[in-house]
């Protein structure tokens, strides 16, 4: 049973245009999201986290929207650049334990 | 620098030949987790440690041990590898306080 679920195995946006990563989520337990961004032969890094409690979550050019009624979030990469391309996890932490979901590839286009 | 570090970043290996993967971070992290990611399948988390001496399994915890002995610490022990532990690992460490996890740099191993 998938927790996590990123439906869109890829994205292509236009640099310079907004990029929108969903991620879906069949917990309401869950605690925090969290997405991280990996890099071929890399370890995934961090990028934003939003809590359970809020809805929206900014820093620079990502945002995170959180609707809980839904069980969806999204992340907003505004405006797209080429060193974005990557792919994205999508997580959620409950109990201690995080899950991940498959991730999605984005790649921008020149 | 704040960093994890894993060792091997690569490994080749036969079926049953136990093996240690090494976890080292320096930012006195007290959660610490492995994980692995195959494709189509994202990331799984294997085991997962909130301090020295305690330990819980993850989604994935089968043919695997691990032990907190010291805080900067946490070694994926696989006692009889088999082929389908043929996979990109992860080693990743935190603190309780915060969401953001630090990933080290991933080991690939091969069990044939």
């Known amino acids: 049973d998938q927790q996590v679920k990123q439906n869109s195995p890829s994205l292509s946006v236009q640099e310079g245009r907004i990029s929108i990563l969903n991620c879906d989520y069949t917990?309401?337990?869950?605690?925090?999201f969290l997405w991280y961004k990996k890099y071929p032969a890399e370890g995934p890094t961090f990028l934003i986290s939003?809590?359970?409690?809020?809805d929206k979550n900014e820093d620079g050019r990502f945002t995170v929207f959180l609707n809980k009624s839904a069980k969806h979030l999204s992340l907003h990469i505004v405006p797209s650049q080429p060193g974005d391309s990557a792919v994205y996890f999508c997580?959620?932490?409950?109990?201690?334990?995080?899950?991940f979901g498959k991730g999605t590839r984005l790649h921008i286009l020149p | 620098e704040a960093q994890v570090t894993q060792n091997p970043r690569y490994l080749i290996t036969v079926t049953g030949k136990k093996l240690t993967v090494t976890c080292s971070q320096n930012?006195?992290?007290?959660?610490m987790s492995w994980y692995r990611q195959d494709p189509g399948l994202g990331l799984r988390q294997i085991y997962y440690?909130?301090?020295?001496?305690?330990?819980d399994k993850g989604d994935v915890p089968e043919g695997y041990k691990v032990s907190r002995k010291e805080k900067r610490n946490f070694p994926l022990i696989l006692e009889s590898p088999s082929p389908n532990q043929t996979s990109l690992y992860f080693c990743?460490?935190?603190?309780?306080?915060?969401?953001?996890?630090?990933f080290g740099q991933g080991t690939r191993l091969t069990v044939v």
């Open positions: 990743a460490s935190s603190s309780i306080r915060d969401t953001e996890a630090f």
């Open positions: 917990n309401s337990m869950f605690d925090y």
């Open positions: 939003i809590s359970s409690i809020k």
């Open positions: 997580a959620a932490t409950r109990d201690d334990k995080i899950i």
């Open positions: 930012m006195n992290h007290e959660y």
């Open positions: 440690s909130m301090n020295v001496e305690v330990t």
